[in-house]
């Protein structure tokens, strides 16, 4: 009993931390709780899916890509003023929520977009809405110590909705699932 008791105790903590430290992370480690989390794909076939994008319309790619090079430059700096060149003041206000959180906790997250795969949208007017298949690279910092905390690979499945304010086209909505895919 005592050898199966030094033997289980190892496991259990190995687990707990697992589960404390992201590994099952309910939420994207880059929009907080805005998303839901997936434990398998939509469908079976999702990563061959997913990795093949055809949506061809450049100036809501280019609104996305902008908003997530800011959104990368926000979350390492935690200033969220950029937000608002690319962003409507609803959608900064909740992305600078969540990043000055962050800073209160003493994290900071440095992310990378690895891979954006547009899958499709379309505009109606003033409105636009996109679909896409994000990967990031992420770690999360210790502000004190400079630690590493964790890193690794989010992949989200983001229906962005966007608005066109005069000229330029603005993020107004983030909608993700963070998914794991299929190995």
Same mark, same amino acid.
């Given at each position: 009993?005592?050898?199966?008791?030094?033997?289980?105790?190892?496991?259990?903590?190995?687990l707990?931390?697992?589960?404390?430290?992201?590994?099952?992370?309910?939420h994207? +480690? !880059? #929009?907080?709780? $805005?998303?839901?989390?997936?434990?398998?794909? &939509?469908? @079976? /076939?999702?990563n061959?899916?997913?990795?093949?994008?055809n949506f061809?319309?450049?100036?809501l790619?280019?609104?996305?890509?902008?908003?997530?090079?800011?959104l990368?430059? +926000? !979350? #390492?700096n935690? $200033?969220t003023?950029?937000?608002?060149?690319v &962003?409507? @003041? /609803?959608?900064?206000?909740?992305?600078?929520?969540?990043?000055q959180?962050?800073?209160?906790?003493?994290?900071?997250?440095?992310?990378?977009?690895?891979q954006?795969?547009?899958?499709?949208?379309?505009k $109606?007017g003033?409105?636009?809405?996109?679909?896409?298949?994000?990967?990031?690279?992420?770690?999360?910092v210790?502000?004190?110590?400079?630690?590493?905390?964790?890193?690794g690979?989010e992949?989200n499945?983001?229906k962005?909705?966007?608005i066109k304010?005069?000229?330029?086209?603005?993020?107004?909505t983030?909608?993700?699932?963070v998914?794991?895919?299929e190995?």
């Open positions: 009993m005592k050898k199966l008791r030094h033997f289980l105790i190892p496991i259990l903590v190995i707990t931390l697992l589960f404390f430290t992201g590994c099952h992370n309910e994207s +480690a !880059l #929009r907080g709780s $805005n998303g839901t989390t997936a434990n398998k794909p &939509a469908s @079976p /076939d999702i061959k899916t997913l990795l093949q994008g061809q319309d450049e100036a790619k280019k609104a996305v890509l902008n908003y997530d090079n800011v990368i430059n +926000a !979350l #390492r935690f $200033n003023e950029q937000l608002l060149s &962003a409507t @003041p /609803d959608r900064h206000s909740a992305d600078d929520a969540y990043i959180g962050n800073k209160k906790k003493g994290i900071r997250i440095n992310a990378k977009l690895l954006s795969n547009f899958q499709a949208g379309g $109606n003033n409105k636009a809405h996109i679909e896409v298949v994000e990967v990031w690279g992420i770690e999360k210790d502000l004190k110590t400079g630690k590493v905390i964790s890193n690979e992949y499945y983001v962005y909705g966007l304010n005069e000229a330029k086209w603005l993020v107004q983030v909608d993700l699932t998914y794991e895919p190995t």
